[in-house]
């Protein structure tokens, strides 16, 4: 990774949509680690992608959570 965000990568941070763009990596990331010979490397690029995998997670149930019309905003 380079550390700088495409114009696509760039537009799904503003709508908010990281957790399916951390799913599509979490995807890339498991074809790199299918297509690697190397046992350790195959391991570390495929903890990568359950990291990312994690992180979608995370995002998706936080917006379920916020945009959740039955919450009660006194509860909060």
Known sequence: ????????????????????????????LKGMASAETRPRERAHVLELAIEYERLADELAAGQKTRNDPSRDSRSR
């Not at 908010?16 to 990596?25: L, P, Q, T």
Request: hydrophobic residues 35%; aromatic residues 10%.
């Open 1 to 28: 990774m380079t550390g700088v965000f495409t114009d696509s990568d760039r537009a799904a941070w503003i709508r908010g949509d990281r957790a399916a763009r951390y799913r599509e990596r979490a995807d890339h």
